[in-house]
């Protein structure tokens, strides 16, 4: 059984959709949030997930709290770390510990918008099209290996908020089926970029508005 950590800092709708999912081979074992009151906890905690707090703001700086919180990890023994709405900048050593085994998605089609606000910065911008992206982890904030990505429309009127609902709409498909992929040995990586073995297009989705 492949164990998984999922770490989360707020709402955890990506979390609840692997969660939800059918994972043959594959157990979330525990939900970690940075922050006490991030809603997803009570969540996991609800369907029997052990769920923990590393709480940043009890930590002089990123390193100690980035070692504070692999501890707890560590103590899961997961196969597979997943970031999903995790908030909080990690260190270098943080990241090469989970090296090819930690996931993560961010709202934007990159190496597009990086960091923060990306569906007002898409917007802004005169994006046609913007989306998200399933990728491992590097020292490199919101770079690494790209596992899957998914595109939507940005329509005319389009606000950060409905832009941003329309993208996750998106994530809660390809998130959980790369999760699934990775517990199936069906993801690999090889000279920086990622095989997805016998799903040839589980790693590109392009949908119509009606769709997305
Ligand atoms: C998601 O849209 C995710 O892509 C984004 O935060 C949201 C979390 O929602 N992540 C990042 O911006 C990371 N850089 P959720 O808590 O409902 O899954």
Not at 100 to 129: E, K, W
């Amino acid at each position: 059984m492949k164990r998984i950590v999922i770490l989360i800092s707020g709402r955890g709708s990506n979390m609840q959709a692997i969660c939800e999912q059918d994972l043959p081979g594959g157990a979330v074992v525990a939900v970690i949030a940075n922050r006490p009151d991030a809603a997803g906890l009570a969540w996991a905690a609800e369907r029997g997930i052990d769920a923990r707090v590393v709480d940043h703001k009890a930590y002089p700086d990123r390193a100690s709290f980035d070692v504070a919180l692999a501890e707890v990890i560590d103590g899961y023994a997961p196969d597979l770390v997943v970031l999903a709405g995790f908030m909080r900048i990690l260190g270098a050593e943080f990241t090469r510990r989970y090296e090819g085994r930690m996931l993560n998605v961010h709202p934007s089609l990159l190496p597009a918008f990086t960091g923060l606000s990306t569906h007002q910065r898409a917007i802004d911008a005169g994006c046609r099209v913007a989306g998200c992206t399933v990728h491992f982890v590097t020292a490199e904030l919101d770079h690494g290996p790209i596992v899957a990505q998914g595109a939507v429309p940005v329509l005319e009127g389009d606000t950060a908020a409905s832009l941003a609902e329309r993208v996750l709409a998106v994530e809660h498909r390809l998130y959980p089926a790369a999760v699934r992929d990775f517990v199936a040995g069906r993801l690999t990586l090889a000279d920086g970029r990622v095989h997805r073995v016998a799903t040839a297009n589980a790693g590109a989705q392009l949908l119509s508005p009606a769709e997305a």
